[in-house]
């Protein structure tokens, strides 16, 4: 039995993923003031950053509709199940448009297999999920068995963000400007996570290689067995430190497995250039 999977514009996945696993994508709606594009399909990631450089403010971004998630649901034949990976509804409301959408159709066709699940992460978040769910359907499970294992793995997702510049959360009002220019003037870097499904400011600390380490080290507080495990990394508009860091938590950690790639418009506006996310499952 093959089951769809579709996902978001919060989700930042290598296009090989999207291609391997026939993956449907509703993007999210990112707003430069009065011109508004939808992601990965009316602006790409070169475009979107000169637009960035170039804004005195930051973009404004908008969930997809329910309608926008009905009519993906509908290019799936009715035959085959739906599962849905949504952006963490503690930053969007996405996953209840996919949830408006999903009933819109099942009052056409009540018979459909539908599940929407709030990931509670973002960006290379969904990835990971997206990694493990393809795993459950190639080795055949049924449907419920794998909405079952996933919910599981939800819960069991660890997303942990580093920011190097402070010049987008202080753009985007998430740091007040007197508080920033004190913290850029102390080189503050701010190590954040995924708390509920919200993103915290989990430990501030000074300087580039300190932070980094501090990065590095976090993972062994979550985790401890790693031989099954996968790590995926999304970096914003730096790849070199992206593979840097990268390699570093390989050589420290026996993962079995990595993602890596670049964050889409949404992840990136918040982060800044140079802005890392990584995603692993907790022991």
């Known amino acids: 039995m093959t089951i769809q999977l579709i996902i978001d514009g919060g989700a930042d996945l290598p296009q090989h993923m999207i291609e391997e696993h026939d993956l449907k994508v509703v993007p999210l709606n990112i707003h430069f003031g009065e011109e508004q594009y939808k992601t990965g399909v009316t602006i790409d990631l070169p475009t979107f950053y000169e637009k960035l450089s170039a804004a005195k403010e930051l973009p404004t971004s908008s969930s997809p509709s329910p309608y926008d998630f009905y009519e993906k649901y509908k290019q799936v034949d009715n035959s ?34 539908i599940a929407v699940l709030n990931t509670k992460t973002a960006s290379c978040g969904i990835a990971l999920l997206v990694h493990e769910a393809s795993k459950q359907i190639e080795a055949g499970h049924q449907f419920d068995e794998v909405v079952l294992h996933m919910e599981g793995k939800i819960e069991q997702t660890t997303t942990l963000f580093i920011l190097k510049t402070l010049e987008n959360v202080i753009k985007g009002g998430r740091l007040d400007k007197v508080k920033g220019t004190i913290a850029k003037t102390l080189n503050i870097k701010l190590l954040m996570k995924e708390e509920e499904g919200k993103i915290e400011v989990s430990e501030k600390v000074r300087g580039d290689k300190k932070s980094l380490r501090r990065f590095v080290e976090q993972i062994g507080e979550y985790a401890h067995h790693f031989e099954d495990k996968v790590i995926a990394m999304s970096h914003c508009h730096d790849e070199e430190r992206g593979r840097a860091v990268l390699k570093s938590i390989k050589e420290k950690y026996p993962f079995k497995d990595s993602i890596f790639t670049e964050m889409g418009p949404l992840i990136s506006t918040y982060a800044g250039e140079g802005g890392l996310v990584i995603a692993f499952f907790k022991d």
């Open 80 to 113: 085959t199940p739906i599962l849905v990976l949504a952006l963490t509804q503690g930053l969007s409301s996405t996953y209840d448009s996919a949830v408006m959408g999903r009933d819109m159709l099942l009052e056409e066709e009540p018979e459909r297999q």
